[in-house]
């Protein structure tokens, strides 16, 4: 069946590091990719999307690109700020359903 | 701006006393979603709502139940709240479902004590 996996954290960086962290998923068919951030106590927020192979989301200094070939929607941002410390979920979507990676909890030090 | 609004944001209830939470949407969407998420997991769908037609999924438990009385408004409740029904209670809407982006509520973190 369709699903998502992401790399487990958490992960710790220093501020103005680089950020990547991996996603894959399995689907049939065409899914759109997404990429959510939630801050402790929040919901959920979008981040970013890719609707069709290599397409590039980005937002807020993040990026990912939609990789077919790889099945893969790793995101990247080449300077995290203490701000960015989160947990971040890796989405895709069919056309019966929304399927979430377990999340990755980030932590950036000052 | 368009949102999805929840309430309360915190909840207490104590064991067996039903509760209902609230979310409310001014994006004028079609689909509306509950979730469970509890610590450290990723969000689990409950059911979901496309208009007025309710789709539950099958691991669900009898013990939630979901109302949609209009366009903007849907409605959890619980019916006999576990200990184990603990957790943080997110609203989504989209468009339509399959390949469309969710937007989210704040949540709602239900304790049972």
């Known amino acids: 069946g369709d699903s998502v996996t992401q790399m487990e954290g958490p992960v710790t960086l220093s501020e103005e590091a680089f950020l990547t962290i991996n996603c894959t998923y399995t689907a049939t068919g065409y899914p759109s990719l997404f990429w959510y951030v939630q801050y402790p106590g929040e919901g959920l927020q979008l981040l970013l999307k890719a609707t069709k192979a290599d397409d590039k989301g980005s937002n807020k200094g993040f990026e990912a690109t939609y990789r077919k070939e790889t099945t893969s929607f790793h995101l990247e941002k080449g300077s995290v700020q203490v701000s960015d410390s989160a947990v971040y979920f890796c989405?895709?979507?069919?056309?019966?359903?929304?399927?979430f990676g377990s999340g990755t909890k980030l932590n950036v030090k000052p | 701006d368009a949102m999805v609004i929840q309430n309360p944001r915190y909840q207490v209830t104590q064991f067996g006393k039903p509760v209902t939470l609230s979310c409310s949407q001014t994006?004028?969407?079609?689909?509306m979603y509950w979730y469970q998420q509890k610590s450290s997991q990723a969000p689990k769908l409950l059911f979901h709502?496309?208009?007025?037609?309710?789709?539950n999924e099958a691991d669900t438990p009898d013990n939630f139940q979901s109302r949609r009385p209009n366009t903007s408004f849907c409605f959890l409740d619980i019916r006999s709240p576990g200990l184990g029904d603990a957790a943080m209670y997110l609203c989504a809407t989209s468009r339509v479902v399959g390949v469309d982006t969710q937007y989210f509520g704040p949540g709602t973190r239900l304790t049972v004590l």
């Open positions: 994006l004028n969407h079609n689909v």
């Open positions: 989405a895709l979507s069919t056309l019966h359903k929304f399927y």
């Open positions: 709502y496309y208009d007025k037609d309710f789709n």
